[in-house]
């Protein structure tokens, strides 16, 4: 992605160490404490109800704008496949960051390497001025997922935070902290539900920690 944000502006690109840990409520908390704009470069099915929408339902502030996906595929796969389902090629060079003077976050899908198409992963449309967030959710497996993303991440030069996703797991955050060193930003826990009041709440949780990372 081509870059193409106001050296004052943060961006913040979300991913996961799989799927189903909880992106999307990251990234509406993320984008509600910055009041930044939101980008899904690709939407892999749900395009009735899509991440997009998703967020914009959960955002309060009036600030925010949505850009649209640049690829949105109909079915829920990895995007390589849904894209073949749907008789195209994502094109890497096509994912244009959108064009803001604001806060700018960036929702992957699934993890760091899932594949777009024969040669190139999430990991390859991320810019390398962006600050990543990887969400980290606690599983049987999770501890070496969370380890490999952010060793990955690490190596490539990028400043990397975690925000952790469910029921505190002691052990299991204690040991990602202690062998990456990386900013932990704060934890999203199991909620009965989420909506505009909630999300605001862990915006203003988050929201130091957010305006402190570069």
């Known amino acids: 992605m081509s870059n193409t944000i106001n050296e004052a502006s943060k961006k913040i690109f979300v991913t996961g160490i799989s799927t189903e840990v909880g992106k999307t409520i ?13 980008f899904k470069p690709i939407q892999a099915g749900d395009l009735a109800y899509s991440d997009t929408h998703k967020v ?12 649209n996906n640049s690829y949105a595929l109909k079915t829920p796969m990895s995007p390589h496949a849904a894209a073949a389902i749907d008789h195209i090629t994502i094109d890497i060079d096509k994912i244009i960051t959108p064009q803001t003077d604001n806060h700018l976050v960036i929702e992957g899908a699934g993890g760091l390497l899932v594949p777009l198409n024969d040669e190139d992963t999430i990991l390859d449309i991320i810019d390398s001025d962006c600050h990543i967030i990887v969400v ?25 935070s975690v925000i952790f996703s469910g029921d505190e797991h002691k052990t299991t955050e204690d040991i990602i902290k202690g062998m990456t060193g990386v900013n932990i930003i704060g934890r999203i826990e199991e909620e009965p539900y989420f909506d505009t009041a909630v999300i605001k709440e862990y915006a203003e949780q988050f929201r130091e920690h957010l305006e402190n990372i570069s």
Do not use: P, R
Not at 28 to 38: G, K, N, S
Not at 142 to 159: F, K, V
């Open 136 to 160: 980290s959710k606690h599983y049987l497996g999770s501890i070496n997922h969370t380890l490999m993303t952010l060793w990955i991440l690490q190596e490539q030069g990028y400043n990397v």
């Open 26 to 38: 990251a990234s509406a908390i993320i984008v509600e404490a910055l009041q930044a704009d939101y």
């Open 56 to 67: 914009k339902e959960l955002v309060s502030n009036s600030k925010t704008k949505f850009h």
